[in-house]
């Protein structure tokens, strides 16, 4: 297991590479806030994602669209005030780089300065080709997101696993050497074939990182929340759990409720 270590370098997009490089496996979690991002960077993660997944565990939306620029600085804040060690990568939300390239690079920017991320991450290929080139140009490094894109839920139609057929599997590894040629430093693949997913980490040169996308990626990333088992109604065959803490916060808030309810709380070490 490890542990934060105050002489360990930090995280860059670099040492990612290098990671791949040598075979050691890159750990991401996602992070939308203050508290919770110190435990993350103090165990020792290698990549905080500030994903817009927010929109799903923080707010409660169906889909990650209804998700704003502004929200996600404002988490994004939060984590980067947290994080000394680990690489900061925060999702550019649904609306804010698909309308063209100038406005990718406009939101791009607006994150970078106003949240103090030290990436962005975008979601598909081709289609952002000249976001991504612009963006780069700007300085700003990006991680892609292939496969299950569920910025684009309302095209896919329901979150099954894609790129099981072969023309969607072949424009995947496309899309991937792209990103990987344009000059971003890593990529996301979400719910793919294992085998697929092999491929393109074994073709190209950046390190990739896996939800649901199989063991043979250079990286594994889950949504917080689903692995601390904090929801519970959401239980993909990729997920594994670490925690029950659904079970054990509501315990502990109807203790509470029980405590107060008797007068047992607060007692006369606790008064002044
Ligand atoms: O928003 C998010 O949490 C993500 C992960 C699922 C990779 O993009």
């Not at 991002?37 to 994903?51: F, M, T």
């Not at 894609?162 to 424009?171: F, H, I, N, T, Y």
Request: aromatic share 6%; net charge negative; hydrophobic share 40%.
């Amino acid at each position: 297991m490890s542990s934060y270590n105050e002489n360990l370098r930090t995280v860059t997009t670099q040492r990612l590479m290098e990671m791949k490089q040598r075979g050691e496996k890159i750990s991401m979690l996602t992070a939308y806030d203050y508290s919770t991002a110190i435990i993350l960077d103090k165990a020792g993660i290698d990549v905080v994602l500030v994903g817009d997944s927010a929109g799903n565990v923080m707010a409660g939306h169906t889909t990650t669209l209804p998700v704003t620029l502004d929200q996600m600085i404002w988490y994004a804040q939060a984590v980067r005030r947290a994080v000394k060690r680990a690489l900061v990568v925060v999702d550019l939300p649904f609306g804010s780089y698909q309308g063209n390239s100038k406005e990718a690079v406009h939101s791009a920017i607006r994150m970078m300065k106003e949240s103090g991320a030290d990436a962005i991450k975008i979601e598909g290929g081709l289609e952002i080709k000249e976001s991504v080139e612009r963006i780069l140009s700007a300085g700003i490094p990006i991680m892609g997101h292939l496969g299950l894109t569920p910025q684009s839920i309302n095209k896919f139609g329901s979150y099954a696993v894609r790129a099981k057929d072969e023309v969607e599997a072949k424009k995947l590894v496309e899309d991937a050497r792209l990103l990987a040629d344009l000059g971003c430093f890593g990529i996301v693949l979400e719910k793919i074939p294992a085998v697929l997913a092999k491929q393109v980490t074994e073709e190209i040169s950046i390190p990739t990182i896996s939800i649901g996308a199989g063991p043979y990626t250079d990286g594994q990333v889950l949504v917080l929340h689903d692995m601390l088992g904090i929801n519970k109604d959401f239980s993909p065959r990729f997920l594994r759990r670490y925690a029950n803490l659904h079970d054990e916060i509501l315990e502990a808030i109807e203790h509470y409720i029980q405590d107060v309810k008797s007068g047992d709380f607060p007692n006369e070490k606790e008064s002044y």
